[in-house]
């Protein structure tokens, strides 16, 4: 259900507000580059504690690949994209909550960007 409130959200934000030719495309581009920040940060931290190395960036791009392929076939090959758009989903009927929702995860995908490289310094340091 957050993944629909999210994609909900993402679309009208490339639809109304950059006006983006294929917003259904983007919408999935970016969806997937956020779920590949998150999961790859967790991966990375996990693999950097267990083993104290690094693991190259190989693997974050082979990650990614994966979940933008899976997503693609899900939001559009099979159309759930549009069936989204069609329900306008909402987390506990409030648009403000879905809102807020959507906006905190943007902004924890883009602080992972900024921070993951100080988190596994840290912990590589304290190996």
Not at 60 to 84: C, E, M, P, S
């Amino acid at each position: 259900m957050i993944l629909k409130v999210i994609y909900y959200y993402y679309f009208l934000f490339y639809t109304k507000i950059l006006s983006e030719r294929e917003p259904h495309t983007v919408t999935v581009f970016v969806l997937s580059v956020c779920e590949g920040l998150i999961l790859n940060f967790f991966i990375r931290v996990s693999y950097t504690y267990a083993t104290c190395n690094l693991y190259g960036v190989s693997g974050d791009i082979i990650i990614t690949a994966l979940i933008l392929i899976v997503n693609f076939y899900y939001y559009l090959t099979l159309k759930n994209g549009i069936r989204i758009i069609r329900e306008k989903p909402a987390l506990f009927k409030s648009k403000k909550i879905s809102l807020f929702i959507v906006v905190s995860f943007f902004l924890v995908c883009l602080n992972l960007i900024f921070s993951g490289g100080y988190v596994l310094q840290n912990i590589r340091s304290n190996c």
